[in-house]
């Protein structure tokens, strides 16, 4: 069974720096890319960031370019996101998810996500 | 960025309806369109990749369409179990931007 635990959310001021972690289990870590989607209290889905299977490639969000870092450590199954600058407007649920790879239409996309967290909670509050 | 817009934002149905929500790209993005379903106090789950492609374990009421910037999930017989929130989400190139969710209440 696919399992990802997201650890390391809690309140942080602003400016502060925080850095998440998600364990994964269930499936063959280094065969995926992986990534991080967040959600902001009564709000949507905000895509974040994410890492190819090895962590030659990476992706962020405008909004946090510059001050998140997305990384993972194969031999441990585990994905970070780095985050500093903290702002209120970073305030949300973390989820880790699985990058679910496909090819359509004469190419291929890691942009699905087959598999989430349960999510991290991230508080920016002074 | 690609933006992406979905409608309506709310919809009332009833067991059995049929549904459907859609999905406007801000440019083309092919077929790299993703469906999903969020309950609330549960993570995202999958429904739909590469435009029509149903994921492993999900129903056949569900189904989507389109390419290009236009794109629809619908459901052929609405289930108590399908009122939830729907989020689109394009897979063509990052930032892998979401729609900003369509709710699904009971009527």
């Known amino acids: 069974e696919v399992q990802l635990v997201e650890s390391g959310g809690g309140v942080v001021r602003p400016g502060g720096s925080l850095r998440l972690s998600c364990t994964a289990s269930?499936?063959?870590?280094?065969?995926?890319?992986m990534g991080w989607v967040r959600q902001a209290p009564g709000k949507g889905l905000e895509w974040v960031s994410d890492?190819?299977?090895?962590?030659?490639?990476?992706g962020y969000a405008d909004s946090v370019k510059g001050r998140f870092t997305i990384s993972r450590d194969n031999a441990k199954n585990s994905l970070y996101l780095q985050m500093d600058s903290l702002g209120a407007e970073d305030t949300a649920l973390y989820h880790c998810?699985?990058?679910?790879?496909?090819?359509?239409?004469?190419?291929?996309?890691?942009?699905?996500?087959?598999?989430w967290g349960q999510g991290t909670l991230v508080t920016v509050s002074s | 960025d690609i933006q992406m817009t979905q409608s309506p934002s709310s919809l009332s149905a009833s067991v059995g309806d049929r549904v459907t929500i859609t999905c406007r790209a801000s440019?083309?993005?092919?077929?790299?369109l993703n469906w999903y379903q969020q309950k609330p106090g549960k993570a995202p789950k999958l429904l739909i990749y590469?435009?029509?492609s149903l994921q492993s374990g999900v129903p056949s009421r569900f189904s989507g369409s389109g390419s290009g910037t236009d794109f629809t999930l619908t459901i052929s017989s609405l289930q108590p179990e399908d009122f939830a929130t729907y989020y689109c989400?394009?897979?063509?190139?990052?930032?892998?931007?979401f729609g900003q969710g369509t709710k699904l209440e009971i009527k």
């Open positions: 998810a699985r990058a679910l790879r496909y090819c359509s239409a004469g190419g291929c996309s890691s942009g699905a996500s087959d598999y």
């Open positions: 269930g499936f063959t870590f280094d065969d995926y890319g």
């Open positions: 890492i190819n299977w090895n962590g030659g490639s990476t």
């Open positions: 440019q083309s993005i092919s077929t790299y």
């Open positions: 590469a435009a029509f």
């Open positions: 989400q394009q897979g063509y190139s990052t930032p892998y931007t």
